[in-house]
């Protein structure tokens, strides 16, 4: 579990986490080793306390699994993404 603090005059976001200037918060997995997190770093716009040395697992946004569910999944009240976005709701 990494700790990131906001040290710029700046607001950052990171996907749906906003942190105020001076404001820290919990860095979301999928951002530990992200290129943007690491060039704000360096710039000492943000400080991060990696706290989980002891795992050299990474995982990067690009190697996070994208399986999409399959239909038999989806349950019968809920519109897939298609027809939610055609506005197709025919009964």
């Known amino acids: ?3 990131i603090t906001n040290k710029s005059g700046k607001i950052i976001h990171l996907g749906s986490m906003m942190l105020l200037p001076g ?4 860095l979301p997995k999928a951002y ?5 997190v690491s060039f704000l770093e360096d710039r000492g716009a943000v400080e991060v306390a990696r706290k989980n040395a002891e795992s050299d697992e990474k995982v990067t946004p ?4 994208t399986e999409k569910p399959s239909p ?8 897939s993404n298609a027809e ?3 506005g197709a709701a025919k009964k």
């Open 84 to 86: 939610a976005k055609r």
């Open 1 to 3: 579990m990494n700790i």
């Open 32 to 36: 530990e080793n992200n290129p943007i």
């Open 62 to 65: 690009s190697e996070v699994p």
């Open 72 to 79: 038999a999944e989806i349950p019968a009240g809920e519109p």
């Open 23 to 26: 404001e820290s918060g919990e």
